[in-house]
């Protein structure tokens, strides 16, 4: 399998742009990224959450942070035009489902056209050399199916977040086809990966923040869907997987315009009330799970995995940590948290771990 430290060390003293930094997925790579020496700007709102990862971590004063909306395309193309980047990693995003049901405009306008405009400041931008577009697994159409979507299925969804997911990977298309297709021109791939996990995540309806949440409070944790399945995977496993996108498009050994799914092996799926009660027995409350009455009317799909074949056998890419030992760092991580530790020694040490 290829070494995400190897990998690393092909961004050290490169300029690298990361949209959506300040987000869950965002800081993690971030603070990867300016470990190996890069000289990291990051675009995007500032943090949703508090606390957030990004803050807790004193990125602002580790990378050149700049407040940014996507949807803007002339001051995205001014923040292009002042960083010079020459690898940009795509990761802004309205990144929830039920905040798509209550904003579906944010939500295409984010996702779409913010999608769009990273695309065309990419392509005007002649320092750019390379381009990892992030999507979401979600962009597949959901048939329920228990074998893993490969990147030639179908895209679609029911919910405006998974549209605009395809969406975005109908627009990255477009611009292959209409920009990228040519000599000389910035490489670039997609990236597909969903549910991932770890350490700094406070995001709203999602797993384990909401878990973690409910016992600070004291209270029991209500699960909606207990027997919905996802493909599980620590943080660390899908940005390693964009970081060796990005070098195997510079290698040669990913065509430009291709598409990748990044997820753990299918055997690896698990259930929800599975992960609420490790991160429950984790807090020395392993009754506290309660499946609760769900009222709303937003679907929710039930079945969801991917088939990473590909990246394994083209990219030699494959996860590294086992659901025990994806689960046992995050529960840790926000154990050690909640007992003084520092939230940046926390994310060191997981890295560390993950590289070595």
Avoid at 14 to 42: C, N
Avoid at 178 to 198: C, E, L
Wanted: neutral net charge; aromatic residues 8%; charged residues 20%.
């Amino acid at each position: 399998m290829a070494s995400l430290a190897q990998d690393l060390n092909t961004f050290a003293g490169r300029r690298v742009m990361i949209t959506g930094h300040t987000g869950f997925k965002g800081s993690w790579l971030a603070l990867l990224l300016t470990q190996a020496g890069a000289k990291v700007t990051g675009v995007a709102l500032p943090p949703e959450t508090s606390p957030s990862h990004f803050t807790l971590l004193g990125l602002s004063e580790e990378i050149d942070s700049r407040e940014c909306d996507i949807r803007d395309l002339s001051q995205l193309e001014s923040e292009f035009r002042r960083a010079k980047p020459e690898v940009v990693f795509h990761l802004a995003a309205q990144a929830f489902v039920r905040k798509s049901y209550l904003d579906p405009h944010t939500t295409f306008s984010t996702n779409v056209l913010g999608s769009a405009n990273v695309l065309e400041c990419v392509s005007r931008t002649p320092s750019v050399q390379t381009h990892v577009f992030v999507t979401s697994d979600k962009c597949y159409k959901n048939k329920e199916q228990k074998h893993g979507y490969v990147e030639t299925d179908e895209l679609g969804g029911i919910d405006p977040y998974s549209q605009s997911k395809a969406g975005a990977e109908l627009v990255f298309a477009g611009y292959c086809a209409s920009k990228f297709n040519r000599p000389g021109a910035t490489r670039v791939a997609s990236a597909r990966a969903g549910n991932v996990i770890g350490g700094g995540d406070w995001s709203p309806d999602r797993l384990i923040p909401d878990c973690i949440r409910a016992l600070e409070r004291g209270d029991n944790i209500e699960i909606r869907n207990p027997h919905a399945t996802r493909p599980w995977q620590h943080v660390l496993e899908p940005l390693s997987g964009y970081v060796r996108l990005a070098v195997a498009l510079e290698d040669g050994s990913a065509e430009p315009g291709s598409s990748w799914n990044f997820g753990p092996p299918e055997t690896a799926i698990h259930e929800v009330h599975e992960v609420a009660g490790v991160i429950a027995s984790s807090w020395g409350r392993p009754d506290a799970v309660k499946v609760g009455k769900d009222s709303s009317t937003m679907h929710e799909s039930q079945l969801l995995q991917l088939n990473s074949a590909k990246a394994q056998a083209r990219l030699s890419w494959a996860t590294r940590w086992n659901f025990a030992e994806t689960m046992s760092r995050t529960s840790s991580w926000y154990n050690k948290l909640r007992d003084g530790a520092r939230a940046v020694d926390l994310t060191r040490d997981d890295i560390k771990a993950y590289l070595a």
